[in-house]
């Protein structure tokens, strides 16, 4: 939807969920020294067999719920295939063509509604350590204890009119996280590719901008980069750009892929999944009481006025904490 601003924004946000060990091996998901956490599995040698971390794809399933998606009784793993030296395998294990989660939505503090378009599990690929100023060699290191880390990926429709929105439906992600007990906020990383076009021209998109307040700021120099680009008559390219957190800017890194590039096909290694209705519905009613719900009950329990329950059950330990202590206060009085 093009805003009257004639802004259109859409997220995908990467959350690592706070599994003990890795999507499709054992590896531990907390390491010290580089690459001291790989295995076969995990760094692809041929022959390796991938088994799917069962509590993984339950924290994902929590977190569709919790972003009221439809849940798919059968889903897949999918090959994104890519070249790049951070993926050892030359392609990434995804979901693709059935994603976990569907068609889901989040209601902002305007009221206004957020389409969620999916909800997927995938694996993280390594991490690579760029070096500089080291001689006149500089060069990239490579650690694959980040190789297979289970991400759970939040697609939003393009549905943002503004950067500020977008950092609200962060807020309420890292609040809901905070609820379902999914990522640790301390060793966890939570990356957002921003997707912005303006007045229906090319789509361009941010990637793997990091916290709430650089994705603000990211988008803000990007629409107006934009704006001003169309203001000069400059046509706006289909590009990835990404984001210097220490000049607040953005600048082209490569031509954008489309989908088919990636040459999705399905992994033969991994079996597809079912999950009953009954399970789906026993797992909805389990998902614990999240920060709208409190909020509403702490303005009926508590008579607090709407704007206090929102802060304070918007930040998870702060809800408890008031909660526990308005509790021992109505026992005495
Ligand atoms: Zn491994």
């Known amino acids: 939807m093009v805003g009257k601003e004639g802004v259109m924004i859409g997220l995908e946000c990467h959350v ?5 060990s890795k999507l499709f091996c054992g590896c531990p998901t907390k390491a010290g020294d580089p690459n001291t956490a790989c295995c076969p599995i995990c760094l692809g040698h041929p ?12 924290y994902t399933m929590k977190v569709a719920l919790a972003f009221n998606c439809e849940i798919n009784q059968q889903f897949f793993f999918s090959r994104k295939t890519y070249f790049y030296p951070d993926m050892s395998k030359n392609f990434q294990i995804t979901q693709y063509e059935i994603p976990v989660g569907l068609k889901g939505y989040i209601v902002l503090s305007s009221g206004k509604k957020i389409g969620i378009t999916r909800v997927h599990l995938e694996e993280d690929p390594a991490a690579l350590v760029h070096t500089s100023g080291m001689g006149s060699s500089n060069f990239s290191l490579v650690d694959y204890n980040r190789s297979g880390i289970p991400l759970v990926e ?5 549905d943002f009119e503004s950067p500020g929105e977008a950092r609200e439906f962060l807020e309420q992600l890292t609040t809901i996280l905070a609820y379902l007990k999914v990522f640790s906020p ?19 998109e941010v990637k793997n901008v990091t916290g709430k307040k650089a994705v603000e700021k990211a988008l803000s120099f990007e629409i107006a980069r934009q704006k001003n680009m169309l203001l000069n008559e400059k046509e706006i390219v289909m590009e990835t750009r990404a984001f210097d957190e220490t000049t607040f800017t953005t600048k082209a890194s490569r031509s954008k892929e489309t989908e088919a590039d990636y040459g999705y096909i399905f992994e033969p290694d991994l079996t597809a999944f079912r999950i009953s209705r009954e399970e789906i519905e026993g797992m909805k009613k389990a998902l614990p009481e999240l920060h709208s719900a409190k ?10 006025d709407e704007y206090t329950s929102n802060v304070l059950a918007n ?5 408890n904490i008031f909660e526990e202590v308005a509790n021992c206060k109505q026992k005495r009085a």
């Open 186 to 204: 301390t060793t966890g990383t939570l990356k957002a590719d921003c997707n912005v076009s303006v007045y229906g021209n090319n789509r361009v």
């Open 16 to 20: 690592q969920l706070n599994t003990d």
């Open 295 to 304: 909020s509403k009950r702490f303005v009926e329990e508590f008579g607090l």
């Open 154 to 158: 939040i697609v939003t429709d393009p």
């Open 315 to 319: 930040n998870f330990s702060l809800g």
């Open 47 to 58: 022959g390796s067999k991938p088994v799917l971390n069962a509590k993984a794809l339950d």
